[in-house]
C-alpha cells in the first residue's frame, strides 16, 4: 500500500485540531455514560433493598424530580451538545471513509 505525503495529506491539517477537540468532547461524553450505566447498576440493587420501603422510595423521586427540574437547562443543553457532537462524529467518519474510497480508487 502506497504512503502519500502530497497535498491531499496536507489539506487535513487544518482540520486536525477541530478532529481532536470533537474526538476529546467525545470522550468525555463516553466516560459519562459509562459512569451513568455503573450509577445504574449498582442503584438497582440499591433499589431492590429500598423497594421494601414505598415511602422512602417515593422520598428519593421527590429529590430526584427537583434535581433534575433545578438542572433542567443545563440538562437540555448538554443533551445538545452531545448531538451535536455526534453528528460532526458520523460526518468527520463519513468524510474518511469516502477519503479511503477514493485513494482506492485511484490506486486500482
Known sequence: ???????HSMK??????????????????IIKGSMASASVRSGG???GK???HPVLVF???VVAGYVIYK??????SNVGKATDASKDFVLQQ???LEDIVSETKEES
Request: proline share 0%; charged share 20%.
Open 1 to 7: 500500500m502506497k504512503h502519500s505525503h502530497g497535498n
Open 12 to 29: 487535513g491539517m487544518g482540520v486536525m485540531g477541530h478532529s481532536h477537540h470533537t474526538s476529546h468532547t467525545m470522550g468525555k461524553q
Open 45 to 47: 440493587k440499591l433499589m
Open 50 to 52: 429500598l423497594a421494601k
Open 59 to 61: 422520598g428519593i423521586g
Open 71 to 76: 438542572y433542567r437547562k443545563e440538562i437540555v
Open 94 to 96: 463519513k468524510e474518511n
